[in-house]
């Protein structure tokens, strides 16, 4: 339902369900020594709800704010069987979050355009009335755009992901948090030839996202690193 509660504030209010079915491997593998499938899953579902408010208070400036809660059930996991040797796939997890979205969008000037969001969710596995493992808890993005004279650009953004959780009995130290900056200047040397340096994860920071640690998953003990330093050139021509 979309609600123009004023000439410059909409409001939405939503409901969704979805579901994933079973993978092929979930439902019929038979060989694997360490997992099985189960012809018996049944489709993962999830149901959301959201309230969002888009506030544009002039032509330059634009105010998204999004509320929302989700529950997760059925969540396909491999169960250790009675014999301890394998595991098979069972409806064995549940999930709920709750949390908040902001972002901006602003023209400055003529030549200066920032975006920038904020989020921040609670989730807890259900099933362990722990705190849901992988997901950052919160995450800021901010990307600024210039057009400077004589057909120059230059884009900034950085990206910053705090609080994420290890899995249930997973012993390692707490996974460090990360901000990543990209800088990317082109210049257009004529109306349909540009050329461009783009410089990712400019800092060289040592960014990893957390690695699974348990059973049928292979343990990769110093979780999985993102690219380091990258350094591109572009060529581009329009016709």
């Known amino acids: 339902m979309v609600w123009s509660t004023s000439y410059k ?32 899953l049944k489709p993962e579902d999830i149901e959301s709800y959201e309230v969002a408010f888009d506030y544009r208070p002039n032509y330059q400036l ?23 040797s394998t595991r098979t796939a069972q409806n064995a997890g549940e999930q709920t979050g709750y949390g908040m979205e902001f972002e901006v969008n602003w023209s400055a000037t003529d030549n200066l355009t920032i975006t920038s969001n904020f989020s921040i969710q609670k989730s807890t596995d259900e099933t362990l009335d722990v705190p849901a493992s992988k997901s950052p808890e919160k995450q800021f993005y901010f990307r600024g755009d210039w057009v400077l004279p004589h057909k120059w650009r230059v884009d900034m953004q950085a990206n910053w992901v705090m609080d994420r959780n290890r899995m249930a009995g997973d012993l390692r130290p707490e996974i460090d948090d990360y901000i990543v900056f990209d800088v990317s200047v082109r210049k257009a040397l004529t109306n349909s030839f ?16 957390p690695s699974p640690n348990s059973t049928p998953m292979p343990f990769i003990p110093n979780d999985l690193p993102l690219s380091g330093r990258t350094v591109l050139g572009e060529i581009r021509y329009s016709f």
């Open 9 to 40: 504030l909409t409001t939405k209010f939503l409901y969704g369900e979805a579901f994933r079915a079973p993978s092929f491997a979930q439902t019929r593998a038979i060989n694997n020594p360490l997992i099985l499938g189960n012809l018996e």
């Open 62 to 84: 634009t105010l998204n704010t999004n509320f929302f809660y989700y529950n997760w059930t059925d969540i396909i996991q491999f169960v250790p069987d009675l014999s301890g």
């Open 194 to 209: 540009e050329v461009g340096l783009t410089v990712n994860n400019a800092f060289d920071e040592d960014a990893r996202e």
